[in-house]
């Protein structure tokens, strides 16, 4: 038997071992989540600034951003993102505002070209508006419980820097939303499992909780500049200074609707080439991942075992499509018969995915098109960053505390007139401050 033979026997083992631990690893991360829910203590929580970036419509818009203003932490103030008074999404906002309004929520108007990204751009002024030192920064997008802020601080630890969470789709209607469904379920939110769980853990753009201090102390809002994609820059602040980064067991669901191909396709590449750009050496061994490589060298060293090809390949089919069924089933999330259908296609574009994103760093978000590369942090976000890593053994044994008692007010900072806001209720001379 040759070496090359041997090789691709033990790839192909390796690579099923890897996926059933990962699906084990999930598995018992997502009943955890289950279990924590069902027994969570309410606790007197600290005065929080929820971020929502907004940019266009999109399906179940209504649902998702409700979701938002029905959350039962009572300390927290909710800061609508848009870069125009012309975005479609506006008035929905307007109407939700009047429905909430008990609920302390303002609408930031205006952008900030702090680099490419144009989520970041939009989303800058609501760090720089936002009153409380603890920051929220939530997608739009996903339908969050009523209890999402205790789920977060349940996670948060004396040593943690940012707390997180992946989505998981639901609700797809046609055949490339269900594609999407197999991307981020038992393949995205697996895999971000597993690595928070090796100790490894990634902020994602979904969900980020900070402490203000961290990030201020990093730089501000400029320091998640540096790199093309807010989440890269933020793990990597995180990481350099110390920092955990927790993410959180329970996954909220991105309710996904109709999707194209091209809808697809545009989002899973832009991300693959931000994760290039980012996380290099992360992401080269993506070209391994899914079934398509080990099922090559099954078929490759099967002969030499004796074994049948075509019967050896769907035992390793069954168990490897099955256990992500069987983990979709146990953690309650989108799953059908025709999953592993719908799983193939996802595996066979994985290796045209990392094969295109290797080759090009043109991408296109929300209309802008950019290039996903990586920038040299300036000096002196690294200097202070260190400096923040300084601080972080002082501050690790430091209980959540409850911040000052909510105010309402106007949005700016007097001297910017770049951004207009409204507001749910009249000025208070406190925000008039830097």
């Not at 969570?40 to 649902?63: C, H, K, M, Q, W």
């Not at 951003?65 to 929905?92: K, M, N």
């Not at 929220?136 to 969470?165: C, K, M």
Request: charged content about 20%; hydrophobic content about 50%.
């Amino acid at each position: 038997m040759s070496a090359l033979i041997l090789a691709a026997a033990i790839f192909c083992g390796g690579a099923a071992a890897y996926q059933l631990a990962s699906i084990t690893i999930a598995v018992l991360r997502v009943r955890r989540g289950a279990a924590r829910i069902a027994h969570l203590e309410r606790r007197d929580l600290p005065f929080v600034s929820i971020v929502v970036p907004l940019s266009g419509t999109y399906n179940f818009a209504s649902e998702t951003l409700r979701s938002v203003f029905e959350l039962t932490h009572p300390r927290c103030e909710i800061l609508f993102c848009v870069t125009s008074e012309a975005d479609p999404i506006v008035p929905l906002v307007r109407a939700m505002m009047a429905e909430y309004s008990a609920v302390p929520s303002r609408l930031l108007i205006g952008d900030e070209r702090l680099n490419d990204n144009p989520k970041l751009n939009n989303m800058a002024k609501g760090w720089r508006a936002a009153r409380y030192e603890w920051v929220a920064f939530i997608d739009s997008n996903i339908i969050i419980p009523h209890n999402y802020l205790e789920l977060l601080f349940a996670r948060w630890q004396p040593n943690t820097g940012l707390v997180t969470t992946s989505p998981i789709g639901s609700r797809p209607h046609g055949f490339w939303a269900e594609v999407e469904c197999a991307f981020l379920n038992a393949f995205q939110a697996r895999w971000g499992c597993v690595s928070e769980s090796a100790g490894m853990g990634f902020a994602q753009g979904k969900t980020m909780l900070w402490r203000r201090a961290d990030l201020d102390g990093a730089g501000g809002v400029e320091a998640l500049a540096v790199e093309c994609a807010e989440d890269a820059a933020t793990t990597k602040i995180m990481r350099r200074a110390g920092l955990k980064i927790r993410m959180v067991d329970y996954l909220p669901p991105q309710p996904l609707g109709y999707r194209s191909a091209a809808d697809v396709w545009s989002r899973q590449i832009r991300w693959a080439r931000m994760r290039k750009a980012t996380f290099f050496l992360f992401f080269l061994p993506e070209a391994l991942t899914g079934a398509v490589p080990p099922m090559m060298a099954l078929i490759f060293c099967a002969p030499a075992f004796g074994l049948p090809i075509g019967w050896s390949l769907l035992v390793l089919g069954i168990g490897w499509y099955g256990s992500e069924m069987a983990l979709a089933v146990i953690a309650k999330w989108h799953v059908t018969l025709l999953y592993p259908l719908y799983a193939v296609v996802r595996d066979l574009i994985l290796p045209v995915l990392f094969v295109s994103a290797l080759i090009s760093d043109r991408i296109v978000w929300r209309g802008n098109p950019m290039r996903a590369v990586s920038t040299n942090p300036l000096p002196q976000v690294a200097a202070s960053t260190a400096a923040l890593g300084f601080r972080a053994n002082a501050r690790r044994s430091s209980a959540i505390r409850v911040g000052e008692p909510i105010g309402r007010g106007i949005l700016l900072r007097p001297h910017d007139t770049r951004y207009r806001g409204t507001d749910n209720a009249p000025s208070h001379p406190s925000d008039l401050s830097d």
